[in-house]
């Protein structure tokens, strides 16, 4: 079998760094996801924000939570970013996410971080996966397992833009 394919959902190498990380097919702590989804509708920000949950938000987080995934080998187009599945680690960007999810017309809430906190993860009710840093907004994947596959693999997100 040629080496890119491979008899998993994931790319091997994404699949590989995945195991490592302690991920494996049918991995599902939903008390985890829980706890988070509770975490994240208790807080409201000094200006009144509040996140949202959804099902595709707390199902990412209970496949993928609690996760710290690096890659392991250099990316295609850019150096892939270390990836922590956390989503408390977006609690006080409330604003941030409902800005994001206003543009985009759908809601978002928080995934976790690409490298040392240089980007906010999140996730819609759709499961597409952004993420936001100082440059801007990015389209990540159509999908958790896209997003995880762009990342790793050091593939090049989509910026968002005004259409």
């Known amino acids: ?22 991920w494996q097919p049918g991995r599902w702590d939903i008390k985890l ?8 509708r208790a807080y409201e920000s000094p200006a009144g924000h509040r996140h949202t949950v959804f099902p595709a938000a707390v199902e990412a987080w209970a496949e993928f939570g609690g996760l710290r995934i690096a890659a392991l080998g250099p990316g295609r187009q850019t150096a892939p970013p270390l990836v922590r599945v956390d989503p408390l680690a977006g609690l006080h960007l409330a604003r941030t996410l409902a800005d994001l999810g ?19 993860l ?4 759709d499961g597409r996966v952004f993420s936001v840093d100082h440059t801007g907004d990015w389209y990540v994947g159509a999908d958790i397992d896209r997003a995880l596959s762009t990342l790793l693999m050091g593939l090049q997100p989509k910026r968002l833009t005004l259409s």
Do not use: C, K, Y
């Open 33 to 40: 996801a829980e706890h988070w989804a509770d975490s994240l």
């Open 1 to 22: 079998m040629p080496e890119n394919l491979s008899t998993t959902r994931f790319p091997v190498g994404v699949d590989a760094a995945l195991r490592e990380a302690g």
């Open 122 to 125: 999140a996730i819609d009710i």
């Open 102 to 120: 206003r543009a985009l017309d759908t809601e978002v809430a928080p995934l976790g971080m690409e490298g040392e906190d240089q980007a906010v």
